[in-house]
């Protein structure tokens, strides 16, 4: 007697139909390829939200001078992650307007992204202008200035010292906090000149070096040739 095709018990060992290897073949692939359509789901979107992850920042629109007083032409916002570890040392987009009308205590070059220590208040005494000293912390009192102090300046050219300037006040005080900023480090005493001592200074500036001595309590100078 035959035995029926739907009664036919598959002997011990004998090979699966390929129907039935084909359709667990067929399954692992559309496992496969479901994953790799979710990582790519998933990686696609970390993408797009690390690209929203950014913050506007200020940055120089020109280069600028020393000792430039800061108007709405003179910065724009560009983004920046928001992970960047210098971020809190920046002018921002929300500060933007609070910055207007303050001086750059050093020189700006375009596109430089704007540290806060960079713009000081305008605020000076009457009739007196702020101007930024570039120099080294060991010829400015070993950095022991602050706002307040009095200040005289020499100017050292081909080993000759005199005074540029004398009983100077000084407005502020900073220093530059990284060379990947602005790749400038040097201190800097922003003081309030009239401005014949301005050109005086300036002039000394382009000579040579600059020497700060601070003055506060001491016999003044009576000019600036040191009589």
Same mark, same amino acid.
């Given at each position: 007697m035959a035995v029926s095709p739907s009664t036919e018990v598959r002997e011990a060992g004998s090979p699966q139909p390929a129907r039935r290897r084909f359709r667990r073949r067929l399954s692992a692939t559309h496992v496969l390829i479901a994953i790799v359509v979710i990582l790519a789901f998933v990686l696609n979107l970390l993408v797009l939200q690390d690209r929203g992850s950014t913050t506007l920042v200020a940055v120089a629109n020109r280069s600028i001078a020393a000792g430039t007083t800061i108007d709405a032409d003179s910065l724009r916002l560009v983004p920046v992650d928001s992970g960047f570890e210098a971020l809190p040392t920046l002018v921002g987009e929300a500060e933007l307007d609070a910055y207007a009308g303050r001086v750059a205590s050093r020189s700006i070059s375009e596109g430089a992204l704007i540290e806060r220590a960079a713009l000081v208040g305008a605020e000076t005494p009457s009739g007196l202008r702020a101007m930024s000293l570039p120099v080294s912390v060991e010829h400015a009192a070993g950095g022991a200035l602050v706002a307040g102090d009095r200040v005289d300046v020499i100017s050292v050219s081909d080993g000759t010292a005199g005074f540029a300037a004398v009983d100077l006040e000084v407005i502020s005080v900073a220093e530059s906090s990284s060379a990947a900023i602005g790749g400038i480090t040097s201190y800097h005493v922003v003081v309030a000149v009239a401005a014949d001592q301005a050109l005086t200074l300036a002039q000394a500036l382009d000579a040579g &070096?600059?020497? /700060?001595?601070?003055?506060? @309590? +001491?016999?003044? /100078? @009576? &000019? +600036?040739? @040191? &009589?």
């Open positions: &070096s600059l020497e /700060i001595v601070r003055s506060t @309590g +001491a016999e003044q /100078i @009576g &000019s +600036a040739d @040191g &009589s």
